[in-house]
């Protein structure tokens, strides 16, 4: 065990040196432009699966992260961050398309991109800088967990019941190995040259070797291919899909027609039995043979307004206020993820992004995804760090991720479908090491207790309940609590009688609704002789809690006829103490103003 508490720093050393994101290759158009075409075969599968999440076909999930891709690079407020459709706010539109149907989603997404540009306008994302250090720590290692287990549905295959299974046997394992192949090209292959990114080479390689395999296994057997590609995923996912959403009906209409005749007191708890019409094999079978084959892919044509596709509701106050909760879930989501993504690829580049350009930039993307009819989305961090480590710094990234991604949907669709999944994996496994901060696991035990405590709860919210946005509000609502308890511990006051025999008491601290009840020990009007002078040069008064307490202190003083004088306050207590009267004096000198959110953003 000594030995290895000795190691240990040094095993993490190595492997934060190995896997920094830090150390790639600096920006260039050239470094871009491939940079951005590693980004854009790994959105395929993720919009692909964000989709299918979302409850809508492929194409509108791709469609949005091409839309969305090219407009954040062009507006946004980060070079070499990368936009595109993802979970979160797959999560929160899949129940309006579940009650209402897609052509909600649409005006849905476009007002979510107003009211982002609203915030945007109004400069509200400066205040992404508010955010404190432990969630910002906790929030990355809990996403790191998020990605990681993302990609075990990349493990799974479709078994004859309609029904995604993990791989097992020969398959199983030679995925695993094509994955630590992937893995063991990016991480060393910068060593020995920085011509191409190395995340684009090992996809190269790995493919090239896995196209192989794919082919001769296919000449020479009908067994499934021993390596799952893209396009294996997308037909196995509607195939599922598929028979997910038969089960469901046959399940509805048995329990409709074994309720019908029921009170309804019984028919809710029959209902919410765990009796189930479970599909038959004939009918699974034909579910499957129902979803053609040649229609499950990623090839399509040029976006096109949603209007000519879908059936869009009327424009009325009623569709308006069916969309509404969902458009501010959306906008609140995309724009706390975007400027999370915003604040880590900063740190990372070690410069300096605009947070209300940002969020104009995100609501003109999700205005146009809506009018184009895509499902909308926000910042992607997992792409976003695979650009940045593929030495990805400008605009330029993601105009050519989305301009690739473009020409895959366009023409090169058979090709990217034919790229294996343990490729895609493996550049993702890479994200989730460089992403995890490793340091946090030697310095641990020099972190004050609450601030573990709060990276430890955002972490395992992310990771439990994957909402991102949600985590780093809790975190900061944690870490504001924390400061309160901490700074109303701090408030003292020294005293002393000066040679008129008056008593000055000088407050050290801050006063605000936390400290109030410290505030009143501080003092004994009973034992007080008749003139007391409150000092708040070295203090600080906050809010209508301290005001209020500095009114009731007075009226103490007031009621046993004794004179109090309060000086160095600042204008905000004026208003408030005047009804003291005469037996009040205040001085007020100049209060310095802090600004803690600039508008620099």
Partial sequence: ???????????????????????????????????????A???????????????????????????????????????????GATGAMGVVVVALVADHGIGYLFPAVVLCGLIQM????????????????????????????VILMAQFGSFKTLDPSGVMVFLTGNRLWLMLGLVALTMAIIAFL????????????????????????????ESSSDEPRPLLTVGDMLYSSTVAAAVQDAQDAKRDDFLTAATEELPEGVKAAFTGSDLLARLTADETAAVIDSVDIASVG????????????????????????????????????????????LTLIDELTETRGSGNRECIGQGIANVSCGLLGGMGGCAMIGQSLINIKSGGRGRLSGITAAV???LFILFFAPYIEAVPMAALVGVMFMVVIGTFEWTTLQTWRRIPAAEILIMVVVSVYTVLMHDLATAVILGVALSALVFSWNKSKHLLADSHLNEYGAKIYQLHGVLFFGSVSRFRTLFSPQDDPDVVVIDFYFSRVYDQSALEAINALA??????????????????????LDRAGDLVEVNISEDPHYHVATDHA
Wanted: proline residues 8%; positive net charge.
């Fill in 1 to 39: 065990m000594p030995e290895l508490k000795f190691r240990l720093p040094k095993i993490l050393s190595f492997g934060h040196k190995l896997f920094n994101l830090r150390s790639a290759m600096s920006g260039s158009p050239r470094s871009d432009m491939l940079s951005g075409l590693t980004v």
């Fill in 41 to 83: 075969l790994a959105l395929v599968p993720e919009a692909v699966a964000f989709s299918f999440l979302a409850g809508v076909p492929p194409l509108v999930g791709l469609y949005a992260a091409f839309i969305l891709c090219l407009v954040t690079s062009v507006l946004g407020g980060r070079p070499g961050m990368i936009s």
């Fill in 118 to 145: 609203t915030a945007g306008l109004l400069r509200l994302g400066k205040f992404i800088r508010i955010v404190p250090h432990p969630v910002m720590l906790g929030f990355v290692n809990g996403l790191a967990v």
């Fill in 190 to 217: 910068p060593r020995m040259t920085k011509a191409i990114p190395s995340s684009l080479a090992a996809i190269f390689l790995v493919s090239m070797g896995a196209f192989a395999i794919n082919a001769s296994h």
């Fill in 298 to 341: 990623i090839s399509g044509g040029l976006p096109r307004p949603a209007w000519w596709d879908f059936t869009l509701p009327p424009v009325n106050f009623e569709t308006l206020w069916i969309i509404l909760p969902f458009s501010l879930i959306l906008a609140g989501v995309g724009l706390i993820e975007s400027l999370m993504t």
């Fill in 404 to 406: 690739a991604l473009l």
């Fill in 555 to 576: 009226d103490r003083y007031q009621k046993l006829g004794k004179k109090i004088h309060l000086r160095h306050l600042s204008d905000d207590c004026r208003n408030l």
